[in-house]
């Protein structure tokens, strides 16, 4: 039995290495020579007006996580989807009380002020 798990060993340790192996010859190989033109902010070659830096209201990345979220949970509802018919009502009633999470979650972000996009 230790042989069997001798391998999984092996190929996470061969896992963690090949990355850290590429970032330290990268590292050492990159070239090095930064000036003030190479430094400086680039944007779509016009020079910047301002801090290169600007801030952004929060609220853009709310409702970004709030679109991800509900875009993810139809990848978990297109499986109960497909095999609707060959489902129970515990099927049934499991899906419709995910539906309603997910309702009661859109409810709240509608309350709250996620979804205005200002």
């Not at 970032?23 to 801090?51: D, F, M, Q, W």
């Not at 419709?96 to 009661?104: K, P, S, T």
Request: aromatic share 16%; proline share 6%; charged share 10%.
């Amino acid at each position: 039995m230790l042989e069997q798990w001798m391998y999984i060993g092996i190929f996470m340790v061969v896992a963690m290495m090949l990355p850290s192996i590429a970032i330290i010859i990268a590292g050492l190989l990159s070239p090095r020579r930064p000036n003030p033109i190479k430094n400086s902010t680039y944007e779509c070659g016009i020079e910047t007006v301002g801090p290169g830096w600007p801030q952004f209201r929060v609220q853009y990345y709310i409702f970004g996580l709030v679109f991800l979220i509900f875009d993810v949970e139809t990848v978990f509802l297109f499986p109960w989807a497909v095999a609707y018919n060959r489902l129970g009502l515990f099927a049934a009633v499991e899906a419709a009380l995910f539906i309603a999470i997910l309702a009661g979650g859109l409810i709240y972000a509608w309350k709250k002020g996620a979804l205005r996009w200002l």
